[in-house]
């Protein structure tokens, strides 16, 4: 059974967000206009363009709602919008071959597990590291000096996101008439001064590292499935259940709350869609004649402009083996299960291995 909480998030997201237009923002954005930026290589002004995401999307922490952050409006059947930082030559280029700067696959899973364990400083210290030892070499590579550049610039971004919320939820404590909440949002806005770029060290931290980057990536053109949340989450959870940090109550308040962050772009009322599909957004690229380059939508078909308005290649997979081949299921495969099921979510499009 739901809590009280769950019951009025539940509501919020099937008779108000799902049935309200979305704002698709980035569609008029560029960083090509900063200065000196076009004499920087693209993977740069990607990363560039990342951090003006981070820095600049509307941030909301919304009432009940225990996980913050909101990812960008896009979909499947209807693209995503991105600010402009391909210049003219690569783009005339990149259009020879079906390409665009909408042209980026996800699907690859992340390692949370690591993401977790040793937060974003602990890839940037990685990161760090093989620069300071490609730039001791005789002849350091200039490709791999840009693409570690882009990586820490993305990463610092990521940090800058998560710090954006953590302000947002302490200026909205200060006007919080109720206490309960009041503390809810202090603590929302010390998680997010800690998560992501710390190690997590109780549940309610890991699930807000992984949705803070998980909303990044999918507001910065990477549709990335969640994977084994009953895995990657489980030893937060099992800590502080038997340590006696949360309840199984208020664990299953914390995974509902992110189950419905999933949720929040969908549109369930046709006149509310925005079409921002590209030739390039599925493209792998080939021949621009060539039919079979890239993928185009139907208007009159059911599933494209049905299912796919709503999704965003966010799948979760529960239960399964380990590496051993023992079975892998565990109490949270099942709280994160039968939540998912009494919210009756939209998204996550959920998987179970048997």
């Known amino acids: 059974m739901l809590s009280p909480r769950l019951s009025k998030i539940k ?14 923002w980035g569609h008029d954005k560029t960083i090509l206009d900063e200065p000196g930026i076009l004499d920087e290589s693209l993977v740069v002004r990607k990363a560039k363009a990342i951090e003006y995401v981070c820095k600049n999307l509307p941030v909301e922490i919304k009432p ?25 030559h690569e783009k005339e280029a990149a259009a020879k071959k079906c390409l665009n700067e909408s042209s980026v696959w996800g699907h690859t899973p992340v390692r949370y597990d690591k993401l977790l364990s040793l937060g974003l400083k602990g890839f940037r210290s990685e990161v760090i590291e093989n620069l300071r030892q490609e730039l001791f070499k005789p002849n350091p590579d200039a490709a791999k000096v840009t693409e570690y550049r882009a990586m820490i610039i993305s990463l610092n971004a990521v940090r800058e996101f998560a710090n954006r919320y953590s302000e947002l939820a302490l200026k909205m404590a200060e006007s919080e008439k109720d206490i309960t909440r009041r503390l809810e949002l202090l ?18 931290e890991a699930l807000q590292s992984f949705w803070l980057t998980y909303a990044v990536y999918h507001s910065c053109m990477e549709y990335l499935p969640a994977g084994r949340a009953d895995q990657y989450f489980y030893p937060y959870y099992k800590y502080d259940i038997e340590n006696k940090v949360i309840s199984q109550t208020e664990a299953k308040d914390v995974i509902g709350s992110m189950l419905a962050k ?9 006149e509310l ?10 493209s792998q690229g080939g021949d621009p004649i060539d039919p079979s ?13 049905g299912l796919s308005a709503n999704h965003w290649l966010m799948n979760m997979i529960l239960g399964g083996q380990d590496a051993y081949g023992n ?22 499009v959920m998987s179970v291995r048997f």
């Open 11 to 24: 509501d919020r997201m099937f008779n108000y967000e799902m049935v309200t237009k979305k704002e698709w």
């Open 327 to 348: 079975d892998a299921t565990n109490e949270l495969t099942y709280l994160i299960l039968n939540t998912w099921a009494e919210l009756e979510v939209v998204a996550p």
């Open 187 to 204: 603590k929302i806005s010390d998680r997010c001064s800690k998560v992501p770029e710390e190690p997590s060290t109780s549940f309610h």
């Open 273 to 282: 869609w925005e079409d921002h599909y590209t030739f390039g957004n599925f």
């Open 262 to 270: 999933f949720n929040e772009r969908v549109q369930v009322r046709k």
């Open 293 to 305: 380059t890239h993928l185009v939508l139907d208007d009159s078909s059911s599933y494209n402009y």
């Open 64 to 88: 009940d709602e225990l996980i913050v952050g909101n990812p960008n409006m896009a979909a499947v059947g209807f693209g995503y919008t991105f600010p402009q930082y391909a210049n003219r």
